[in-house]
């Protein structure tokens, strides 16, 4: 499963989200630039954490639909990795 998870992100070069945690900035404390950035971050781990969730069995579906992808990803290999 992850590794058409991963096969699909590098397509769409999304692959970034499920190794780095997104940090969240506030708009006042960062340039435009900085900020831009990070609503990119912001918007890829949200599209990436929909089809994540989307493509899990019901019982995952429930657990994982609040985490963002990087948390998602970490706590799956924890779990099942072998």
Do not use: G
Not at 14 to 32: D, F, M, R, S
Not at 55 to 62: A, D, G, K, P, Q
């Amino acid at each position: 499963w992850i590794q058409n998870i991963c096969i699909a992100l590098r397509y769409e070069n999304k692959e970034y989200v499920l190794k780095k945690e997104l940090i969240k900035v506030e708009e006042a404390n960062v340039t435009p630039k900085e900020y831009t950035s990070y609503r990119k971050k912001y918007d890829d781990a949200t599209k990436v954490a929909c089809i994540m969730v989307d493509t899990m069995s019901h019982e995952l579906h429930r657990f994982y639909v609040d985490y963002w992808p990087y948390e998602m990803n970490k706590e799956l290999v924890e779990k099942f990795h072998k």
